[in-house]
Structures are given as structure tokens and as C-alpha cells.
């Protein structure tokens, strides 16, 4: 399973960016997938995730500013970031789960927000 991110770049505060990730495969077959940041230094940490279902999960730093959603024609997740703040920026990854517990990571892409 590959998984393509894409849609990173540098963005002024308050300003938005949305973040792609393309699966190689239908990704109704994912239990859950998410997008996690690395900022220089720092352990990297989960955003956002959704389920097969549709359910999300936001860390409370981005909750009213991201939005993840799913498209399972076109087996991509997205990550609409809104009022983007110098504190986002980071080196974003996409992640995914399959039914079986095999976790799936796509290369980084870079976040950058400028105050």
C-alpha cells in the first residue's frame, strides 16, 4: 500500500491549506486514517482521524480550524487546515490502519506558517 501526501507549502497566519493523501488502494479496506505532524525536534503527534464510518477525532490544538473527511470514490482523505498558525507548522504524514492492525505511512509533507 502506497500512500501519496500532498498539498503542503508555506502559508501566512490565518491563512489555509489543504492536505491530500492518495491511497493505492480503496480505502474503505482501512480500519482508520489519520494525519500526524512532526515539527523540528518533537516526537511526532496525531492530528486527526477518521473511521470507516466517518467518524473523526481531532487533538484539541486544531479542533474548529481542521476538517478531515474521506472520499472513497477517489480513495483519498483530506485535511482542510483554516486560520493556519505558526505553531502548525510542521512536517505533516498521512496515516492508515487496515482491519488487520498493519499501520501504513505515506512520505511527509511540509507545513510551513509564517507569523
Known amino acids: 500500500v502506497q500512500l501519496q501526501a500532498s498539498g503542503g507549502g508555506l502559508v501566512q497566519a490565518g491563512g489555509s491549506l489543504r492536505l491530500s493523501c492518495a491511497a493505492s488502494?480503496?480505502?474503505?479496506?482501512?480500519?482508520?486514517m489519520g494525519w500526524y505532524r512532526q515539527a523540528p525536534g518533537k516526537q511526532r503527534d496525531l492530528v486527526a482521524s477518521?473511521?470507516?464510518?466517518?467518524?473523526?477525532n481531532y487533538v484539541d490544538s486544531v479542533k474548529g480550524r481542521f476538517t478531515i473527511s474521506r472520499d472513497n470514490a477517489k480513495n483519498t482523505v483530506y485535511l482542510q487546515m483554516n486560520s493556519l498558525r505558526p505553531e502548525d507548522t510542521a512536517v505533516y504524514y498521512c496515516n492508515a490502519d487496515s482491519l488487520l492492525g498493519t499501520s501504513y505511512w505515506g512520505k511527509g509533507t511540509q507545513v510551513t506558517v509564517s507569523s
Open positions: 477518521i473511521t470507516r464510518s466517518g467518524g473523526t
Open positions: 488502494r480503496g480505502i474503505f479496506s482501512f480500519n482508520h
